[in-house]
């Protein structure tokens, strides 16, 4: 039977509709798996990058752990206000039941070390949460100075502890320039504004000043702080304040630290709460990328080591 003009014309529309459906359908098939392709990816980045637990954690009681580490000192691997900011978030958050200082570090400079001191003093009446300390290679000098603000402090067996004192150190080169025939030219203005000059005599009035008003005030500054965290728990022992370093073990018979432990038993242990959530300084790309390569390095240095050692036997 033969089909009209309009009819023809018809099963055309319906075609092209058809037809016009069937791409929409793809097209949005398409934008829906791009989007689902790009959460994907944006949930694997969050996940590996612990964003996501981070937060979950967050919602129910943990234990806040600051890691420390380096020299103490103005713009360097434990800077006072990046401490301080830290310490602040630690104390600030809200389901935190208490702080861990973990921390590792030879000391460095007194001011630093007395800026974090004086934080955590006041962080600890502030928010009305307790801070532990756990030592880990060394905490000397400056890193004891910061230490003894916590109400309680915790090492390792083999963990450096002590070295209570201050020190200026420097050279003298007056003999050795004196032989090559160099003279030392030195202008100054001010008798003794040249007095930590390594190519000139010694300033026997300027010794005896640094020793008097900036080595001894600083140590007894040191001293009090010390005294005043620790209070009762600190021996009566003569080379106490001398600068001498001790282990964990001494250190603690001498009340320097508390006990022998790690974060994980002052979390379920002592604070009764198994979670922990670590704050520290984010490192710069140039840090994280000098890292890997360190990592690197050592990983095939260790693999040549192993090979090497298995192969000498066949030889």
Request: aromatic share 8%; net charge positive; charged share 25%.
């Amino acid at each position: 039977m033969k089909r009209t003009a309009d009819e023809q014309l018809a099963d055309i529309a319906l075609e092209f509709v058809r037809q016009n459906k069937s791409r929409r359908r793809l097209r949005l098939l398409i934008t829906l798996l791009f989007i689902g392709y790009l959460s994907f990816i944006f949930y694997i980045g969050i996940d590996e990058s612990g964003v996501l637990e981070t937060t979950l954690k967050k919602e129910s009681p943990f234990v806040a752990e600051v890691v420390l580490d380096g020299t103490i000192q103005n713009a360097g691997s434990i800077d006072a206000d990046d401490a301080i900011e830290l310490l602040h978030s630690a104390f600030e958050a809200k389901n935190s039941k208490a702080v861990i200082l973990r921390i590792n570090s030879p000391g460095g400079s007194p001011v630093q070390s007395s800026r974090i001191y004086k934080a955590i003093t006041m962080f600890k009446k502030q928010f009305n949460k307790k801070i532990y300390v756990v030592i880990e290679d060394i905490c000397a000098s400056g890193c004891y100075y910061v230490a003894s603000a916590a109400d309680e402090i915790y090492a390792d067996e083999s963990s450096i502890v002590g070295s209570i004192g201050v020190v200026i150190s420097g050279f003298g080169a007056v003999d050795a320039i004196a032989k090559l025939g160099i003279q030392r030219r030195l202008y100054t203005a001010g008798k003794h504004k040249g007095f930590l000059d390594s190519f000139s005599p010694e300033d026997a009035t300027a010794v005896a000043h640094i020793q008097t008003h900036i080595l001894d005030k600083s140590h007894q500054n040191f001293i009090n702080a010390v005294k005043q965290g620790r209070g009762k728990r600190l021996s009566k022992h003569k080379d106490l304040f001398t600068g001498l370093v001790w282990l964990g073990k001494d250190a603690n018979k001498l009340g320097l630290v508390d006990g022998i432990a790690d974060a994980s038993y002052i979390a379920k242990t002592l604070v009764g709460v198994d979670s922990r959530i670590l704050y520290e300084k984010e490192k710069t790309l140039l840090e994280k990328l000098a890292e890997s390569s360190a990592k690197s390095i050592a990983g095939m240095i260790a693999d040549r080591l192993t090979l090497q050692n298995v192969v000498a036997p066949l030889r």
